[in-house]
């Protein structure tokens, strides 16, 4: 099997080293030219909970065209980069090929099928995994339980299983899905909770599930994403949201949020694919949204003063 890692950083480095050291034949597409030049001299590595592995056999390169048609397109960017690797997947993806993209938060699907069909669209949930780049052509990662997988247009795809025995090859643990949609919305409601309060307040989990105010204002931007769920038909699979985040906090303990991880960095976030996402869906259902309005108030201008476009 040929697959494309389109963005090899933190997550797609742990996904690229698997599925080369499994016998695929990888291509590691990533704009970080540090990064695909240590890939190519000295391999990829990816440390991890046990050990590290050194793959020689992933091939990195800048450009997706340099790849040549692969069976399989992993989309491993952050949400920025979802649509322009979209594009240049569509210009190079071969008729039989499919497209599985995995990111956090809302419209990685909506923002792909603007440039390819969305019947060869699957949609990922990386669930458990926590990790970060140490440097060009090394990852770290700390945990990694579960991929979970569905099609973009729902069902009990056949194609899903086919996509889950190569994962499965790696050394994941992965699950299918008829209903991927939930899947990304449960998932949401945990980083609605934590990543624009956490980056607010700039204190970790663990802190700001300890301090009651905090933990208030974080569980309004969840009731507010959870009210707008269920609007919208989502079959949560739980009755007690509550509950489920704090569950979900206190398992993740001292994580620092990747978004508070991009401000400390001076980079932009993935602010409009979490909190973000919430006010535009509440204003079409008529539900208010006041707590996500406020801290994505604050953490937009923060970002735009990264960028020295308002101080
Ligand atoms: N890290 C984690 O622990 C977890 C991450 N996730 C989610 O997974 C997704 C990926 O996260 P993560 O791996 O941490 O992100 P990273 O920023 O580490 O990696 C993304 C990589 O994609 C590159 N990139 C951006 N645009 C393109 C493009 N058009 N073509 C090729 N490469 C591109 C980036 O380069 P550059 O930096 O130059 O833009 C970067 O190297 C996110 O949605 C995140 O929320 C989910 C669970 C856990
Ligand atoms: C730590 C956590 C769970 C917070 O939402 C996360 O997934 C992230 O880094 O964005």
Same mark, same amino acid.
């Given at each position: 099997?040929?697959?494309? =890692?389109?963005?090899?950083?933190? *997550?797609?480095? +742990?996904?690229?080293?698997?599925?080369?050291?499994?016998?695929?034949?990888?291509?590691?597409?990533?704009?970080?030219?540090?990064?695909?030049?240590? +890939?190519?001299?000295?391999?990829?590595?990816?440390?991890?909970?046990?050990?590290?592995?050194?793959?020689?056999?992933?091939?990195? *390169?800048?450009?997706?065209?340099?790849?040549?048609?692969?069976?399989?397109?992993?989309?491993?960017?952050?949400?920025?980069? #979802?649509?322009?690797?979209?594009?240049?997947?569509?210009?190079?993806?071969?008729?039989?090929?499919?497209?599985?993209?995995?990111?956090?938060?809302?419209?990685?699907?909506?923002?792909?099928?603007?440039?390819?069909?969305?019947?060869?669209?699957?949609?990922?949930?990386?669930?458990?995994?926590?990790?970060?780049?140490?440097?060009?052509?090394?990852?770290?990662?700390?945990?990694?339980?579960? +991929?979970?997988?569905?099609?973009?247009?729902?069902?009990?795809?056949?194609?899903?299983?086919?996509?889950?025995? =190569?994962?499965?090859?790696?050394?994941?643990? #992965?699950?299918?899905?008829?209903?991927?949609?939930?899947?990304?919305?449960?998932?949401?409601?945990?980083?609605?909770?934590?990543?624009?309060?956490?980056?607010?307040?700039?204190?970790?989990?663990?802190?700001?599930?300890?301090?009651?105010?905090?933990?208030?204002?974080?569980?309004?931007?969840?009731?507010?994403?959870?009210?707008?769920?269920?609007?919208?038909? #989502?079959?949560?699979?739980?009755?007690?949201?509550?509950?489920?985040?704090?569950?979900?906090?206190?398992?993740?303990?001292?994580?620092?949020?990747? *978004?508070?991880?991009?401000?400390?960095?001076?980079?932009?976030?993935?602010?409009?694919?979490?909190?973000?996402?919430?006010?535009?869906?509440?204003?079409?259902?008529?539900?208010?949204?006041?707590?996500?309005?406020?801290?994505?108030?604050?953490?937009?201008?923060?970002?735009?003063?990264?960028?020295?476009?308002?101080?």
């Amino acid at each position: 099997m040929k697959i494309a =890692i389109v963005g090899c950083g933190a *997550m797609g480095s +742990i996904y690229a080293a698997r599925l080369a050291e499994a016998g695929h034949q990888v291509r590691a597409v990533d704009m970080w030219t540090e990064h695909v030049a240590a +890939i190519n001299a000295g391999g990829l590595r990816v440390d991890g909970p046990s050990g590290t592995l050194l793959s020689r056999q992933v091939e990195a *390169m800048e450009d997706l065209s340099r790849a040549g048609p692969c069976d399989l397109y992993i989309l491993a960017t952050k949400a920025a980069g #979802v649509e322009p690797a979209a594009r240049a997947i569509a210009a190079t993806m071969p008729e039989h090929a499919l497209v599985l993209t995995i990111q956090n938060g809302l419209g990685a699907g909506e923002r792909i099928a603007r440039h390819l069909p969305a019947d060869r669209v699957l949609l990922g949930v990386a669930e458990g995994f926590g990790a970060a780049m140490v440097g060009p052509g090394h990852a770290r990662h700390t945990a990694m339980k579960l +991929i979970r997988l569905g099609a973009m247009t729902g069902g009990d795809d056949p194609r899903l299983e086919q996509v889950a025995g =190569i994962w499965r090859s790696g050394g994941f643990e #992965v699950e299918t899905f008829a209903d991927i949609d939930r899947l990304i919305w449960e998932k949401l409601l945990c980083n609605v909770t934590l990543s624009a309060p956490c980056t607010a307040f700039g204190c970790n989990v663990a802190d700001l599930r300890a301090d009651p105010e905090r933990w208030a204002v974080a569980l309004g931007c969840m009731a507010e994403a959870y009210a707008i769920g269920r609007a919208r038909g #989502v079959a949560f699979s739980f009755d007690d949201p509550v509950a489920y985040v704090t569950a979900f906090a206190e398992r993740v303990g001292t994580a620092k949020p990747s *978004m508070l991880q991009d401000h400390e960095a001076g980079r932009r976030s993935e602010l409009e694919a979490i909190n973000g996402a919430i006010p535009p869906l509440g204003a079409a259902l008529g539900i208010p949204t006041p707590y996500n309005d406020t801290l994505c108030a604050v953490i937009r201008a923060r970002e735009a003063a990264f960028e020295g476009e308002r101080t």
